[in-house]
């Protein structure tokens, strides 16, 4: 069993900046593999960035230079450092993890953190 944290949601002005953290616990030697998705209002969910214990990553068609992923293995922890965000950005962000990488075959889920971006 793995259980999922995300927090650091939010609302944030646009052109402002937020840090989402997800934390693993649980049966954390299971999961090399962590990842965010997002669901904007009135859309699916969608892969936005993966990232290993190794630090190799993977990144979905909205993922941009204004977003990094990062992972503290000590803490068990991903990141997602969002800057320069847009209206468009305001999603509920989730957080997943499994054994490997598989952009939408991810075994353990969060419950999701909302981000809002106001114009």
């Known amino acids: 069993q793995v259980q999922l944290v995300e927090s650091g949601g939010g609302l944030v002005q646009a052109g402002g900046s937020l840090r989402l953290s997800c934390a693993a616990s649980g049966s954390i030697f299971s999961i090399n593999a962590m990842a965010w998705y997002r669901q904007a209002p009135g859309k699916q969910r969608e892969f936005f960035a993966a990232?290993?214990?190794?630090?190799?990553?993977d990144y979905g068609r909205a993922m941009e230079g204004r977003f990094t992923i990062s992972r503290d293995n000590v803490r068990n922890t991903i990141y997602l450092q969002m800057n320069s965000l847009k209206p468009e950005d305001t999603a509920v962000y989730y957080c997943a993890a499994g054994p490997e990488i598989k952009r939408y075959g991810m075994e353990y889920w969060g419950k999701g953190t909302l981000v809002t971006v106001s114009s």
């Open positions: 990232i290993t214990s190794t630090g190799i990553t």
